[in-house]
């Protein structure tokens, strides 16, 4: 199995994989997923999603619609470029703006990964889906909640 596809902790090859903005530098992985992989939204739900994008604006958008075609606590994937990338250069995305995008949504971060040189990935999960909240931040309101607790 690829590397980055094991830590992406993609498992079942019969999942519906959606990749949403992919670089050209991702094709070699996308070509090792033992599924289907769709580039654009054809099936009313998805087991897997990964979207890419450069800037917060371009990645919160795409995350908006992958949260509406994600399976219940789906493995969720945002990446963005790290600061140290020579390609994407400038880009305003970093592990706070993005981790913080799908808290009006109710998710949460919680795993980060690096894909490449260029490019990291956060995994979001629906907040009531974490079985245990081990650190002292979140994003969301139950998130908060739920820190308080420990």
């Given amino acids: 199995m690829n590397p980055v596809i094991k830590k992406l902790q ?18 070699e992985v996308l ?7 769709d580039r654009e939204i054809k099936r009313e739900t998805y087991s897997f999603v990964h979207v890419f994008g450069a800037s917060n604006q371009e990645i919160k958008e795409l995350a908006v619609k992958a949260v509406d075609v994600i399976e219940e606590d789906g493995m969720l994937w945002l990446s ?20 913080a995008m799908l808290a009006d949504e109710g998710y949460e971060p919680v795993r980060q990964v690096a894909i490449d040189e260029d490019w ?3 995994r979001f999960r629906p907040v009531e889906k974490i079985k245990t909240m081990k650190r002292d931040f979140a994003v969301t309101e139950k998130g908060k909640e739920r820190t308080k607790q420990k």
């Fill in 80 to 99: 963005y470029p790290k600061k140290s990338s020579k390609t994407y250069k400038g880009s305003d995305c970093s592990r706070d703006t993005v981790g």
């Fill in 120 to 122: 990291s990935a956060l």
């Fill in 31 to 37: 070509g090792q997923f033992e599924a289907e992989v």
């Fill in 10 to 27: 993609w498992k079942e090859p019969m999942q519906h994989v959606l990749v949403l903005h992919a670089p050209n530098e991702y094709e």
